[in-house]
Protein backbone atom coordinates (compact mmCIF):
# COMPACT_ATOMS: atom_id res chain seq x y z
CA UNK A 1 0.00 0.00 0.00
CA UNK A 2 1.55 3.43 -1.26
CA UNK A 3 0.48 5.74 1.14
CA UNK A 4 2.76 8.80 0.81
CA UNK A 5 0.23 10.91 3.15
CA UNK A 6 0.58 8.62 5.98
CA UNK A 7 2.72 9.12 9.54
CA UNK A 8 2.36 6.10 12.26
CA UNK A 9 0.94 6.93 15.44
CA UNK A 10 2.76 9.27 17.84
CA UNK A 11 3.03 6.86 20.74
CA UNK A 12 3.60 9.62 23.18
CA UNK A 13 0.14 10.23 22.57
CA UNK A 14 -1.42 7.50 24.53
CA UNK A 15 -0.37 8.27 27.81
CA UNK A 16 -2.84 9.53 31.08
CA UNK A 17 -3.54 8.52 34.55
CA UNK A 18 -3.00 5.30 35.57
CA UNK A 19 -5.36 3.59 38.28
CA UNK A 20 -4.07 0.38 38.78
CA UNK A 21 -1.19 -1.90 36.88
CA UNK A 22 -2.90 -4.75 37.31
CA UNK A 23 -6.64 -4.92 37.67
CA UNK A 24 -7.99 -4.67 34.53
CA UNK A 25 -11.12 -3.20 35.70
CA UNK A 26 -9.42 0.34 36.98
CA UNK A 27 -7.49 0.58 32.88
CA UNK A 28 -7.94 3.02 31.04
CA UNK A 29 -7.89 3.78 27.36
CA UNK A 30 -3.77 4.01 26.55
CA UNK A 31 -3.51 1.05 28.73
CA UNK A 32 -5.43 -0.79 26.26
CA UNK A 33 -4.70 0.80 23.00
CA UNK A 34 -3.44 -1.08 20.16
CA UNK A 35 -0.46 0.35 17.34
CA UNK A 36 -1.26 -0.46 14.05
CA UNK A 37 1.58 0.58 11.53
CA UNK A 38 -0.86 0.78 8.39
CA UNK A 39 2.39 -0.72 6.02
CA UNK A 40 1.91 -3.92 7.99
CA UNK A 41 -2.50 -4.51 8.10
CA UNK A 42 -2.16 -6.40 5.56
CA UNK A 43 -0.19 -8.76 7.74
CA UNK A 44 -2.82 -8.48 10.86
CA UNK A 45 -4.89 -11.35 11.99
CA UNK A 46 -8.04 -10.08 12.98
CA UNK A 47 -10.24 -12.08 15.62
CA UNK A 48 -13.34 -11.63 14.07
CA UNK A 49 -15.07 -13.22 16.75
CA UNK A 50 -14.62 -9.45 19.05
CA UNK A 51 -15.76 -6.25 17.68
CA UNK A 52 -12.50 -4.61 16.57
CA UNK A 53 -12.43 -0.66 16.09
CA UNK A 54 -9.68 1.36 14.13
CA UNK A 55 -8.81 4.76 15.09
CA UNK A 56 -7.26 6.71 11.94
CA UNK A 57 -6.56 10.84 11.76
CA UNK A 58 -7.18 12.99 8.98
CA UNK A 59 -5.54 15.61 9.49
CA UNK A 60 -6.33 18.42 6.90
CA UNK A 61 -8.29 21.57 7.22
CA UNK A 62 -7.85 22.05 3.35
CA UNK A 63 -11.33 21.90 2.36
CA UNK A 64 -12.70 24.07 5.18
CA UNK A 65 -9.35 26.66 3.44
CA UNK A 66 -11.32 26.27 0.01
CA UNK A 67 -14.38 27.21 1.91
CA UNK A 68 -13.80 30.19 3.50
CA UNK A 69 -14.06 28.61 7.01
CA UNK A 70 -12.26 29.15 10.50
CA UNK A 71 -8.69 26.86 9.98
CA UNK A 72 -7.56 24.88 12.85
CA UNK A 73 -9.51 21.01 11.87
CA UNK A 74 -6.16 19.87 11.10
CA UNK A 75 -5.00 19.84 14.94
CA UNK A 76 -8.11 17.69 15.68
CA UNK A 77 -7.26 14.22 15.56
CA UNK A 78 -4.39 14.59 17.84
CA UNK A 79 -6.32 16.44 20.71
CA UNK A 80 -9.19 13.96 20.15
CA UNK A 81 -6.49 11.11 21.49
CA UNK A 82 -5.46 13.32 24.46
CA UNK A 83 -8.52 13.52 25.63
CA UNK A 84 -9.91 9.93 24.59
CA UNK A 85 -6.80 8.22 26.42
CA UNK A 86 -7.52 8.77 29.51
CA UNK A 87 -11.25 7.59 29.49
CA UNK A 88 -12.22 4.69 31.22
CA UNK A 89 -12.54 1.12 28.91
CA UNK A 90 -15.94 0.40 29.86
CA UNK A 91 -15.85 -2.57 27.44
CA UNK A 92 -15.43 -6.01 27.97
CA UNK A 93 -13.05 -8.28 26.74
CA UNK A 94 -15.06 -8.77 23.39
CA UNK A 95 -13.33 -5.39 21.53
CA UNK A 96 -10.08 -4.46 20.62
CA UNK A 97 -9.22 -0.45 19.72
CA UNK A 98 -6.39 -0.08 17.24
CA UNK A 99 -4.96 3.64 16.36
CA UNK A 100 -3.32 3.68 12.56
CA UNK A 101 -1.94 7.25 12.75
CA UNK A 102 -2.73 9.49 10.68
CA UNK A 103 -3.05 11.18 6.76
CA UNK A 104 -1.37 14.59 6.25
CA UNK A 105 -2.28 16.62 3.47
CA UNK A 106 0.92 17.64 1.53
CA UNK A 107 1.05 20.87 -0.43
CA UNK A 108 -2.62 21.47 -0.27
CA UNK A 109 -3.70 18.77 -2.28
CA UNK A 110 -7.01 17.62 -0.90
CA UNK A 111 -8.02 15.28 -3.26
CA UNK A 112 -4.55 13.18 -2.67
CA UNK A 113 -5.60 13.12 0.96
CA UNK A 114 -8.69 11.83 -0.11
CA UNK A 115 -7.69 9.18 -2.62
CA UNK A 116 -5.26 7.95 0.39
CA UNK A 117 -8.20 7.65 2.56
CA UNK A 118 -10.56 6.02 0.28
CA UNK A 119 -7.45 3.29 -0.08
CA UNK A 120 -6.71 3.05 3.56
CA UNK A 121 -10.67 2.69 4.33
CA UNK A 122 -10.95 -0.28 1.79
CA UNK A 123 -8.14 -2.16 3.40
CA UNK A 124 -9.58 -1.89 7.01
CA UNK A 125 -12.90 -3.07 5.46
CA UNK A 126 -11.44 -5.97 3.91
CA UNK A 127 -9.83 -6.91 7.64
CA UNK A 128 -12.96 -6.51 9.50
CA UNK A 129 -12.04 -3.74 11.30
CA UNK A 130 -14.51 -1.02 12.14
CA UNK A 131 -12.96 2.47 10.66
CA UNK A 132 -13.66 5.74 13.48
CA UNK A 133 -11.96 8.55 11.36
CA UNK A 134 -10.90 11.79 13.69
CA UNK A 135 -11.11 15.13 11.42
CA UNK A 136 -10.24 17.11 9.94
CA UNK A 137 -12.60 18.74 7.84
CA UNK A 138 -15.52 17.10 6.43
CA UNK A 139 -14.46 16.87 3.01
CA UNK A 140 -13.03 13.55 5.16
CA UNK A 141 -16.48 12.13 3.84
CA UNK A 142 -15.81 11.82 0.28
CA UNK A 143 -12.78 9.63 0.63
CA UNK A 144 -14.14 7.87 2.98
CA UNK A 145 -17.75 7.07 1.38
CA UNK A 146 -15.51 5.88 -1.74
CA UNK A 147 -13.59 3.45 0.51
CA UNK A 148 -16.81 1.76 1.62
CA UNK A 149 -18.27 1.69 -1.99
CA UNK A 150 -14.70 0.22 -3.04
CA UNK A 151 -15.12 -2.83 -0.59
CA UNK A 152 -18.82 -3.26 -0.96
CA UNK A 153 -18.23 -3.50 -4.74
CA UNK A 154 -15.75 -6.25 -4.05
CA UNK A 155 -18.16 -7.95 -1.63
CA UNK A 156 -21.51 -7.58 -2.92
CA UNK A 157 -20.87 -7.63 -6.74
CA UNK A 158 -22.01 -3.85 -7.02
CA UNK A 159 -25.65 -5.31 -5.33
CA UNK A 160 -26.04 -3.05 -2.37
CA UNK A 161 -27.97 0.15 -0.86
CA UNK A 162 -25.67 2.53 0.77
CA UNK A 163 -27.37 5.02 2.70
CA UNK A 164 -25.59 8.25 4.35
CA UNK A 165 -26.67 9.24 7.43
CA UNK A 166 -25.15 13.24 8.15
CA UNK A 167 -25.26 14.60 11.75
CA UNK A 168 -24.83 18.19 10.17
CA UNK A 169 -26.25 21.83 10.22
CA UNK A 170 -25.32 22.08 6.46
CA UNK A 171 -26.37 20.03 3.55
CA UNK A 172 -22.77 20.28 2.22
CA UNK A 173 -23.70 20.30 -1.20
CA UNK A 174 -22.23 23.48 -3.06
CA UNK A 175 -21.71 23.29 -6.57
CA UNK A 176 -17.56 22.96 -7.67
CA UNK A 177 -16.32 23.29 -10.32
CA UNK A 178 -12.47 22.01 -10.40
CA UNK A 179 -12.32 21.18 -6.76
CA UNK A 180 -13.99 19.85 -4.30
CA UNK A 181 -13.72 21.62 -0.67
CA UNK A 182 -15.56 21.08 2.57
CA UNK A 183 -19.02 22.30 1.60
CA UNK A 184 -18.94 20.11 -1.73
CA UNK A 185 -18.23 16.66 -0.81
CA UNK A 186 -22.03 14.99 -0.55
CA UNK A 187 -22.72 16.99 -4.09
CA UNK A 188 -19.30 14.83 -5.74
CA UNK A 189 -20.93 11.58 -4.00
CA UNK A 190 -24.46 12.86 -5.61
CA UNK A 191 -22.43 12.90 -9.37
CA UNK A 192 -20.40 9.98 -8.90
CA UNK A 193 -23.83 8.11 -7.95
CA UNK A 194 -25.45 9.51 -10.95
CA UNK A 195 -22.58 8.29 -13.49
CA UNK A 196 -22.45 5.07 -11.84
CA UNK A 197 -26.24 4.07 -11.68
CA UNK A 198 -26.27 3.85 -8.09
CA UNK A 199 -28.69 5.33 -5.63
CA UNK A 200 -28.03 8.48 -3.86
CA UNK A 201 -29.52 7.89 -0.47
CA UNK A 202 -28.79 10.76 1.39
CA UNK A 203 -30.12 11.53 4.66
CA UNK A 204 -28.90 15.38 7.06
CA UNK A 205 -30.14 15.73 10.71
CA UNK A 206 -29.70 19.00 12.83
CA UNK A 207 -30.35 21.41 9.23
CA UNK A 208 -30.36 24.79 10.16
CA UNK A 209 -32.45 26.87 7.82
CA UNK A 210 -29.56 30.08 8.53
CA UNK A 211 -27.06 27.72 7.23
CA UNK A 212 -28.46 26.74 3.46
CA UNK A 213 -29.38 28.82 1.38
CA UNK A 214 -32.44 28.52 -1.27
CA UNK A 215 -30.51 26.92 -3.85
CA UNK A 216 -29.05 24.37 -1.23
CA UNK A 217 -32.41 23.31 -0.07
CA UNK A 218 -33.43 23.52 -4.07
CA UNK A 219 -30.59 20.63 -4.69
CA UNK A 220 -31.17 18.79 -1.90
CA UNK A 221 -35.03 18.83 -2.76
CA UNK A 222 -33.88 18.09 -6.18
CA UNK A 223 -32.01 14.83 -5.24
CA UNK A 224 -34.80 13.34 -2.68
CA UNK A 225 -32.39 13.98 0.57
CA UNK A 226 -34.29 13.41 3.58
CA UNK A 227 -34.02 16.07 6.32
CA UNK A 228 -34.48 17.35 9.41
CA UNK A 229 -34.08 21.20 10.49
CA UNK A 230 -32.04 21.41 13.93
CA UNK A 231 -35.40 23.21 15.18
CA UNK A 232 -37.35 20.03 14.87
CA UNK A 233 -35.06 18.21 18.15
CA UNK A 234 -36.29 20.95 20.41
CA UNK A 235 -39.98 21.27 18.59
CA UNK A 236 -41.32 18.20 17.88
CA UNK A 237 -41.70 14.80 19.32
CA UNK A 238 -38.66 12.55 19.11
CA UNK A 239 -40.75 9.31 18.27
CA UNK A 240 -41.48 10.71 14.97
CA UNK A 241 -37.45 11.91 14.30
CA UNK A 242 -36.99 8.23 15.22
CA UNK A 243 -39.44 6.96 12.78
CA UNK A 244 -37.92 8.56 9.74
CA UNK A 245 -34.61 7.76 10.83
CA UNK A 246 -35.94 4.08 11.29
CA UNK A 247 -37.24 3.75 7.68
CA UNK A 248 -34.25 5.38 6.34
CA UNK A 249 -32.56 2.73 7.64
CA UNK A 250 -34.74 -0.24 6.45
CA UNK A 251 -34.26 1.25 2.67
CA UNK A 252 -30.51 0.59 3.05
CA UNK A 253 -28.33 -2.63 3.19
CA UNK A 254 -25.27 -0.25 5.05
CA UNK A 255 -24.90 2.87 6.89
CA UNK A 256 -22.45 5.17 6.74
CA UNK A 257 -22.66 7.69 9.45
CA UNK A 258 -20.50 10.91 9.36
CA UNK A 259 -20.87 13.94 11.91
CA UNK A 260 -20.03 17.19 11.58
CA UNK A 261 -19.04 18.73 15.17
CA UNK A 262 -20.74 21.94 13.55
CA UNK A 263 -24.56 20.68 14.20
CA UNK A 264 -23.58 20.86 18.30
CA UNK A 265 -24.31 24.16 20.15
CA UNK A 266 -21.64 26.28 20.12
CA UNK A 267 -22.20 26.23 24.39
CA UNK A 268 -20.96 22.36 23.84
CA UNK A 269 -18.82 23.10 20.65
CA UNK A 270 -17.11 26.03 20.36
CA UNK A 271 -14.59 24.86 18.32
CA UNK A 272 -15.72 24.22 15.25
CA UNK A 273 -15.56 25.78 12.07
CA UNK A 274 -18.62 27.71 12.02
CA UNK A 275 -20.00 28.01 15.27
CA UNK A 276 -23.98 27.33 15.88
CA UNK A 277 -25.47 28.91 19.04
CA UNK A 278 -28.92 26.91 17.93
CA UNK A 279 -26.95 23.89 17.50
CA UNK A 280 -28.22 20.47 18.52
CA UNK A 281 -27.53 19.32 22.35
CA UNK A 282 -25.34 16.52 22.49
CA UNK A 283 -27.86 14.37 24.44
CA UNK A 284 -30.10 14.38 21.72
CA UNK A 285 -27.02 13.65 18.87
CA UNK A 286 -26.19 10.59 21.17
CA UNK A 287 -29.39 9.50 21.59
CA UNK A 288 -30.00 9.65 17.76
CA UNK A 289 -26.64 7.95 17.45
CA UNK A 290 -27.46 4.98 19.45
CA UNK A 291 -30.63 4.28 17.91
CA UNK A 292 -28.95 4.24 14.28
CA UNK A 293 -26.26 1.95 15.79
CA UNK A 294 -28.81 -0.51 17.28
CA UNK A 295 -29.90 -1.47 13.88
CA UNK A 296 -26.29 -2.89 12.93
CA UNK A 297 -26.25 -1.61 9.81
CA UNK A 298 -23.65 0.95 10.11
CA UNK A 299 -20.09 0.24 8.40
CA UNK A 300 -18.28 2.82 9.26
CA UNK A 301 -18.18 6.39 11.78
CA UNK A 302 -16.45 9.53 10.91
CA UNK A 303 -16.40 12.72 13.11
CA UNK A 304 -15.09 15.73 11.73
CA UNK A 305 -14.56 19.67 12.05
CA UNK A 306 -13.19 19.39 16.04
CA UNK A 307 -10.67 22.28 15.98
CA UNK A 308 -8.77 22.88 19.05
CA UNK A 309 -6.89 26.23 18.33
CA UNK A 310 -10.50 27.57 18.33
CA UNK A 311 -11.58 25.55 21.29
CA UNK A 312 -12.54 26.66 24.65
CA UNK A 313 -10.79 24.23 27.76
CA UNK A 314 -11.00 21.49 24.88
CA UNK A 315 -14.63 21.38 25.48
CA UNK A 316 -15.29 20.74 21.90
CA UNK A 317 -12.37 17.96 21.91
CA UNK A 318 -13.74 16.64 25.03
CA UNK A 319 -17.14 16.38 24.41
CA UNK A 320 -15.72 14.50 20.53
CA UNK A 321 -13.53 11.56 22.58
CA UNK A 322 -16.69 11.25 24.81
CA UNK A 323 -18.62 10.88 21.85
CA UNK A 324 -16.51 8.09 20.19
CA UNK A 325 -15.98 6.35 23.79
CA UNK A 326 -19.90 6.15 23.60
CA UNK A 327 -19.94 4.52 20.11
CA UNK A 328 -17.17 2.03 20.57
CA UNK A 329 -19.41 1.09 23.72
CA UNK A 330 -22.84 0.84 21.59
CA UNK A 331 -20.69 -1.24 18.81
CA UNK A 332 -19.62 -3.84 21.82
CA UNK A 333 -22.84 -4.23 23.45
Given at each position: ?16 RVDDLEDVNSFRMHQVI ?300
Open positions: MDLKNYIPVDTNLWTGKLLDLKELKALNVDTSKQTICLLGYCSDVGIKRNLGRLGAKHGPEVIRSEFASLPVSFNNNALVYDAGNLFCIEDDLERIQKQLEIVIEQMLNKNLFPIVLGGSHDVAYGHYNGIVKYLNKQSEGNFNLGIINIDAHFDLRPYNKEGSSGTMFSQIADDCFKEDRAFNYMCLGIQKSGNTKALFNRADSLGVDYVFADEFYETNHINISERIKRFIDDNDYIYLTLCSDVLDSASAPGVSAMQPLGLNPRHVLKFIQEILNSKKVISFDIAEVSPPLDHGKRTSKLAAILIHRIIDALCE
